[in-house]
T-cell receptor, first 113, second 115 residues
Framework: GDSVTQMEGPVTLSEEAFLTINCTYT??????LFWYVQYPGEGLQLLLK?????DKGSNKGFEATYRKETTSFHLEKGSVQVSDSAVYFC????????????FGAGTRLFVKA | EAQVTQNPRYLITVTGKKLTVTCSQN?????MSWYRQDPGLGLRQIYYSMNVEVTDKGDVPEGYKVSRKEKRNFPLILESPSPNQTSLYFCASSPSRVVADQPQHFGDGTRLSIL
């Protein structure tokens, strides 16, 4: 079945450092890919998405490119801030299986001032 | 304000005592879903509904029931809760039942502790 694998955390960075969180997937067909962010005590919020190969999703300085050849959707940000501290989830949603969203295990990011 | 509202936010209860977690959305969304979040496992789908009176099992449906009598509401029912159902639960919705590129909108979560 479809699955998402993302790097384990926690990831600890200093403010203004470069961030990469790796995400790879397996899926039949052509799923849409998402990054969600979860702040403490809150639900998940959409960060960015890409719906087809070579699409780049971007939001709030974060970027991720849908790479079909490597089945990857890595999240990047050039300069993180303390306010970016959160848990990040990579996810896919396909056209089968009731349009279920499959989530990775989540990566916790800590940013130090 | 567009939102998904879950109640209660926190609940501590005992094994075997039936409970219901309510979920309501005000966006006229067709698709609704319940997830549980456990450390190291991400979110796993419990049940989903593609429209009123249409529900189906997700990956971990055992011990749970749902109903979708109205478009806006999708309650999660634990008929006889057990300690292994202690978890953080999220309700989510998205506009259409047949479009994969739509993200889901999540409630703030319900933390259940079953003693």
């Amino acid at each position: 079945g479809d699955s998402v694998t993302q790097m384990e955390g926690p990831v600890t960075l200093s403010e203004e450092a470069f961030l990469t969180i790796n995400c790879t997937y397996t899926a039949t067909g052509y799923p849409s890919l998402f990054w969600y962010v979860q702040y403490p005590g809150e639900g998940l919020q959409l960060l960015l998405k890409a719906t087809k190969a070579d699409d780049k999703g971007s939001n709030k300085g974060f970027e991720a490119t849908y790479r079909k050849e490597t089945t990857s959707f890595h999240l990047e940000k050039g300069s993180v801030q303390v306010s970016d501290s959160a848990v990040y989830f990579c996810a896919l949603r396909g056209n089968t299986g009731g349009f279920k969203t499959i989530f990775g295990a989540g990566t916790r990011l800590f940013v130090k001032a | 304000e567009a939102q998904v509202t879950q109640n209660p936010r926190y609940l501590i209860t005992v094994t075997g005592k039936k409970l219901t977690v309510t979920c309501s959305q005000n966006m006229n969304h067709e698709y609704m879903s319940w997830y549980r979040q456990d450390p190291g496992l991400g979110l796993r789908q419990i049940y989903y509904s593609m429209n009123v009176e249409v529900t189906d099992k997700g990956d971990v449906p055992e011990g749970y029931k749902v109903s979708r009598k109205e478009k806006r509401n999708f309650p999660l029912i634990l008929e006889s809760p057990s300690p292994n159902q202690t978890s953080l639960y999220f309700c989510a919705s998205s506009p259409s039942r047949v479009v994969a590129d739509q993200p889901q909108h999540f409630g703030d979560g319900t933390r259940l502790s079953i003693l």
